[in-house]
């Protein structure tokens, strides 16, 4: 079984930053795709961010620039570096794990952003 644990989130002005954490049980860590997604209120579960099992990133287009993602294998935690944050930012922020077979979600961390 594996869990995920998300932490980080609080409240920040616009233009603050944010460090999501995401620390994953289990062996699957590191040959797994790694990915955050987030939620605002009333709206779907999107795509933030994506890492894959070698490094390779991919983002949304209107986090590119802003957010970096990256993984620490030997930690089994992912991150989610979130720059110039707007309010449009505010969401619950996801972890997702992709192990080829099956996918696995974290509970969330709220971040909001706000003056």
């Known amino acids: 079984q594996v869990q995920l644990v998300e932490s980080g989130g609080g409240l920040v002005q616009p233009g603050g930053s944010l460090r999501l954490s995401c620390a994953a049980s289990g062996s699957i860590f590191s040959t797994s795709a790694m990915g955050w997604y987030r939620q605002a209120p009333g709206k779907q579960r999107e795509l933030v961010a994506v890492?894959?099992?070698?490094?390779?990133?991919n983002y949304a287009d209107s986090e590119k620039g802003r957010f970096t993602i990256s993984r620490d294998n030997a930690k089994n935690t992912v991150y989610l570096q979130m720059n110039s944050l707007k309010p449009e930012d505010t969401a619950v922020y996801y972890c997702h794990a992709n192990t080829g077979r099956m996918n696995y979600w974290g509970k969330g961390t709220l971040v909001t952003v706000s003056s």
């Open positions: 890492i894959g099992s070698g490094g390779s990133t």
